[in-house]
């Protein structure tokens, strides 16, 4: 009686040690928020230079501008300063606009294969939401480099 008892415990602690883990990585999962960089950008890209393109909360986001491609993106916030700021590649359709609202879309492109067709830059603000900045590849100075495949969070 007493073994079934010491498996029925390790089975217990087994199980919610499996549903303490399941529930860190729930929140360790950023919900996102993407943002057209490209229609933001507009005609600043025709001028090198540092630019803001948003300011959200006590964030502003600027892009710097070389030769009419976006060479970067930078986030500052207002109290705390410099913010990191993850570059992200896709092979995906990233943005699609229903209703006004920017939804992300991963749906096959035709260009699927041959590399990635948007560059996203993205910073977490103080609510643990991603806010990522789409651009179309092409757009971008450096293309890819430095950059890590996005996975959306489903």
């Known amino acids: 009686m007493d073994i079934h008892r010491r498996h029925l415990s390790i089975l217990g602690a087994a199980s919610g040690l499996m549903s303490m883990s399941g529930l860190a990585l729930a929140t360790l999962k950023k919900k996102a928020v993407h943002h ?13 230079g540092r630019h803001d ?29 410099d913010v990191a700021v993850t570059k992200y590649k896709t092979t995906t359709k990233a943005l ?18 041959l590399g990635p067709t948007h560059i996203g830059y993205a910073y977490v603000d103080e609510d643990d939401v991603e806010q990522i900045y789409w651009f179309p590849f092409e757009m971008v100075f450096d293309g890819d480099t430095d950059a890590v495949e996005y996975v959306p969070v489903t």
């Open 36 to 48: 057209n960089g490209q229609k933001m950008a507009g005609g600043m890209v025709k001028q090198n």
């Open 96 to 113: 699609a606009r229903r209703d006004g609202i920017q939804y992300a879309v991963h749906q096959l492109t035709q260009e699927q294969g």
């Open 53 to 81: 393109i948003a300011t959200l909360g006590g964030h502003r986001v600027s892009i710097d501008v070389k030769d009419g491609k976006i060479a970067g993106l930078q986030v500052k916030h207002d109290q705390k300063g």
